[in-house]
């Protein structure tokens, strides 16, 4: 009998599941606090369980922990995780730590379909989905490990959590609410809706759909001025145009915990940096755009250079002169100091190096099939690059307006 992961269970699903098992409910709230507040993996710790339900729990269920790749530590406090999620794809999640907070980027999918140009996640292609169980297994970890790590006992390290990682999360929708919902609850890890993000490239039914099941504060990657931008930079803008989107965003409004909306800005050298451009934005968003006042900050994004991308960082000066047109155009905006530099560059890197090892024999075998039905010239493998300060781990784990959140995508 395959073993069920209790990860994978919000409360109410984990109750059923103890209900089914012929205890009450109370006996799952006292496992899911062991599980999310405590980090426990062995159901014989868990010491006010009754022995009969241990008992039960040790031959049916296991706590899942996702296998270490490995884990980088920045100069700068900032770790970058890179979990083995099988079948040679990995996902990666990174730490930021503030004086006043600590942000976990979390992954929701393994590869990316949306395929943004600036994105190296997008450039791997998709691969599958994450399971709740394996977005958590990310939170549970570095949650608990930062603990051990920083001896603070039971009192919480990650304030923040930030779906921006690997992924379209709303592409992933049933797996996303759930784990959401686990992040928020109290007898889990009680944090805020204000401080759960989901970023989303404006998948626009989704973001309705969030709205109604589980609003926390939304940020959306906006990245152009245009709909004629924008489709070449998010391909998705060819089927839900920025109109569209905008409005989605009036509509999320009316049930989100935050006042605005965040709009994520990737500066680009040369394609969407302008001054004329950031007008464009300020009418995007203002009283005559197309869904009306906006209300909104911006976070300027300066690009993590990757290998393939053909795209250039926008120069500080530049990215400066963008900023001071949109916030004297009335809008809170802030650009995203980078972090961990000496562990990697864009997210994506590290979980593409292990595809690249380890699937490039069978892309190498389909590429050869298709050359066969479609005889067109291959382009050239790309060389994947090091990254520095890595360290081998084990699996096991012992915002504000005006605010800068320093998480990549």
């Known amino acids: 009998m395959t073993a069920v992961n209790l990860l994978d269970f919000d409360l109410d699903a984990l109750a059923a599941y103890c209900e089914q098992l012929g205890e009450k409910r109370f006996r799952a709230t006292q496992l899911f606090r062991w599980i999310h507040q405590k980090g426990a993996r062995d159901f014989a710790q868990m010491s006010d369980l009754a022995k009969s339900l241990r008992d039960k729990l040790a031959g049916r269920a296991q706590i899942q922990a996702l296998a270490i790749i490995s884990e980088h530590v920045s100069a700068d406090g900032t770790v970058k995780w890179l979990f083995d999620v099988g079948g040679g794809d990995a996902v990666e999640t990174v730490f930021i730590p503030e004086d006043d907070r600590g942000t976990l980027c979390i992954s929701s999918q393994a590869g990316c379909a949306v395929g943004c140009r600036f994105c190296s996640t997008g450039h791997q292609g998709f691969s599958r989905n994450l399971s709740t169980g394996e977005i958590l297994a990310q939170l549970w970890h570095a949650e608990h490990a930062l603990r051990a790590r920083l001896g603070t006992g039971s009192e919480r390290v990650i304030s923040n959590v930030v779906m921006m ?3 379209e999360p709303l592409q992933n929708y049933s797996a996303l609410v759930p784990a959401l919902r686990v992040m928020l609850d109290d007898h889990g890890y009680g944090l805020s809706r204000r401080r759960v993000t989901v970023s989303t490239s404006g ?37 839900y145009p920025i109109a569209e989107l905008l409005q989605a965003c009036q509509r999320y409004l009316e049930a989100a915990p935050r006042d605005f909306i965040t709009f994520e800005y990737c500066m680009l050298d040369g394609v969407n940096d302008s001054e004329a451009q950031a007008r464009e934005l300020l009418a995007l968003v203002g009283p005559r755009g197309p869904a009306g006042r906006v209300p909104c900050k911006f976070n300027l994004i300066p690009f993590n250079p990757f290998p393939a991308s053909g795209l250039v960082r926008s120069k500080p000066a530049q990215v400066q002169a963008f900023a001071k047109v949109l916030i004297e155009g009335g809008l809170v905006t802030t650009v995203r100091k980078t972090r961990g530099d000496d562990i ?4 994506g890197q590290l979980a593409g190096e292990v595809q690249d090892r380890t699937n490039a024999a069978r892309r190498l075998a389909g590429a050869r099939e298709r050359a066969v039905q479609i005889p067109l010239v291959a382009a050239p493998l790309q060389t994947p690059t090091s990254s520095a300060n890595t360290m081998m781990a084990s699996s096991s784990p012992a915002d504000r307006p005006g605010a800068t959140r320093e998480t990549r995508r």
Do not use: F, Q, Y
């Open 344 to 347: 990697d560059a864009a997210c």
């Open 203 to 239: 998948v626009v039914p989704m973001i309705d759909r969030l709205r109604e099941d589980c609003p926390v504060a939304l940020a959306v990657s906006l990245h152009a001025s245009s709909d004629a931008l924008r489709d070449e930079l998010v391909p998705l803008n060819r089927k």
């Open 165 to 167: 990682g690997m992924g």
